[in-house]
């Protein structure tokens, strides 16, 4: 064929994919992304709460003993008590098994299944834990709290990609983020003052739990279902009509196609989580599934988003002192994803982790030696050395806020083919939670034990994790998600690992074609026929 592309139709379609934002899509994925609320709304409320008094009276008597011992003094060692911890790290060890059942619900009855799911089991355990009466009571609602978190983060950074077109997919992944960080910083306002309603407002602030939970509920109910899942699903003639109406336009037959043949791949892989492990997945493995998630948590972030409160009280600031200082950071996550949201799709993703890296080593080794000089027990902290930690650490949040936060959900979610989605996500989920309950248990136990070492740590992970996206990540900006299989192919490192697929177009003046000239560019090792 004189002049034409030899491969798959698959390649040409993606530049024949038509549509525009319309008010439905935009509705659609804002009320999506509410998601986000859940996971959210518990990171900023239970590290508040954690520091309340009338909490740690009613459940953690001996931790309340020694607060009030050294309240206004550095003390790395206050909040030293493990079953204190388990309160907040139970969450996401539950968060972590459950990802496998939301993998099974998500891929076989939808997206929208899993976060109605997600939504009724985080409000039940809303519910026990503003009406707990022992540490019993109190874990069991974190467990249905974490099988919410788990279902609802399987599900949702999946919806948000399936139904972006692909120039927009990392402004509207981002959604997810957004909302996180948004629902932290409410959490944060919310036990600043039921700080005050004694005694029971750390009731209320953990009952409270139930809004953003029947939000996400009641917006799973009004959203359609993805066209992918759709497909996947069989139902093509419902496909079609939400990809009609979320692109604006008739033309549809390019992108539906695609989805079609992509569903049917789907179909052919009968163990997904096998799959996973084949070589042509090692890549989206190696970084979308395990590296990513676990260097996300690993930053040191979450450890600052848990126990802000109580790790300001360690270095001798005020309960209401620290409440505020926590607003102040969370503050800063909240602002950092429209900065994401404006670049991400124009700068690229491996601009943003590469800058903010160097950003959060900047900011966290500046704490570390401000913790240096003192370190130890029964100091008061200098006002100013105060204010040097408070604004390192909005400026780490800020760095993380805009890049590892919401990237870290993004690019894992656009990197794996549909065959394999659900079950990467479910793998990206659990090495998450497992980081993330890992370092809620452990963190204040090396606080007490490491002292300002604990902050060089994260220093020196955030190096390897900054090199590990230099060296490892390619470029996915505006990447059709179908197509990302040549990035791979083409990578300096990643070409040695994934079976080799060469792309073939015939030398011809077609390749000025616009999109020849793009698949070039993510397939160098094109082969050009006589």
């Known amino acids: 064929m004189a002049g034409g592309f030899v491969g798959s139709d698959k390649g040409k379609r993606a530049s024949q994919y038509e549509g525009r934002v319309t008010r439905y899509f935009v509705l659609t994925v804002i009320v999506a992304s509410m ?244 070589r042509k997945n090692r890549p989206q493995l190696i970084i979308g599934a395990f590296g990513i998630p676990a260097f996300q948590q690993l930053s040191g972030n979450n450890s600052i988003l848990f126990y802000a409160p109580v790790i300001f009280q360690s270095l001798g600031f005020g309960s209401g002192a620290s409440l505020f200082s926590s607003i102040l950071t969370s503050g800063m996550l909240a602002v950092a994803p429209f900065v994401s949201m404006a670049l991400v799709d124009r700068v690229g993703r491996r601009a943003m982790f590469i800058e903010a890296g160097c950003q959060m080593i900047i900011a966290m080794a500046t704490v570390a030696g401000v913790l240096a000089t003192k370190f130890g027990h029964g100091q008061m902290l200098p006002r100013t050395d105060g204010i040097v930690l408070v604004i390192m650490t909005c400026l780490f949040c800020l760095a993380y806020g805009w890049s590892w936060g919401p990237l870290g959900w993004l690019v894992p979610s656009e990197i794996f083919p549909l065959e394999t989605r659900s079950a990467g996500q479910s793998i990206v989920v659990c090495v998450n939670m497992f980081f993330t309950a890992a370092i809620a248990q452990c963190f204040l136990a090396a606080l007490c034990h490491l002292r300002y070492g604990i902050f060089i740590l994260f220093v020196c992970l955030i190096i390897i994790m900054t090199l590990f996206i230099i060296f490892l990540l390619p470029e996915t900006k505006r990447v059709p998600i179908e197509e990302m299989h040549f990035l791979w192919e083409s990578h300096p490192i990643w070409k040695n690992v994934v079976p080799s697929n060469p792309c073939q177009v015939e030398t011809h003046t077609v390749l000025l074609d616009p999109f020849l000239i793009r698949l070039h560019k993510y397939c160098p090792v094109i082969t050009f026929l006589k």
């Open 35 to 278: 998601g986000g609320s859940l996971f959210g709304y518990d990171l900023g409320v239970s590290g508040g709460v954690t520091s309340m008094d009338d909490f740690l009276k009613d459940f953690f008597p001996k931790v309340l003993r020694r607060k009030q011992q050294h309240l206004h003094e550095t003390d790395y060692c206050k909040y030293d008590n493990q079953m204190l911890t388990l309160f907040t790290s139970s969450l996401y060890f539950a968060a972590l098994v459950s990802t496998f059942g939301a993998s099974h619900l998500t891929r076989a009855k939808g997206r929208r299944a899993s976060i109605l799911f997600a939504a009724t089991s985080f409000f039940l355990g809303a519910v026990v834990n503003a009406a707990a009466v022992n540490i019993a009571m109190l874990i069991i609602g974190r467990i249905l709290l974490g099988v919410g978190i788990g279902f609802g983060n399987q599900s949702v950074p999946l919806y948000l990609s399936e139904m972006a077109p692909a120039k927009h997919r990392g402004a509207v992944n981002q959604l997810f983020q957004l909302t996180t960080c948004f629902s932290i910083v409410v959490a944060n306002i919310i036990n600043y003052f039921t700080a005050e309603l004694h005694p029971w407002g750390w009731r209320l602030s953990l009952g409270l739990a139930v809004v953003p939970a029947s939000l996400m509920f009641l917006g799973g109910l009004m959203v359609p279902e993805t066209p992918n899942s759709l497909v996947e699903q069989g139902r093509l003639q419902e496909a079609e009509a939400v990809l009609k109406k979320v692109r604006g336009t008739e033309n549809i037959a390019a992108e539906l196609a695609d989805l079609v043949e992509a569903s049917e791949a789907a179909h052919a892989i009968k163990h997904p989580f096998r799959n996973l492990f084949e």
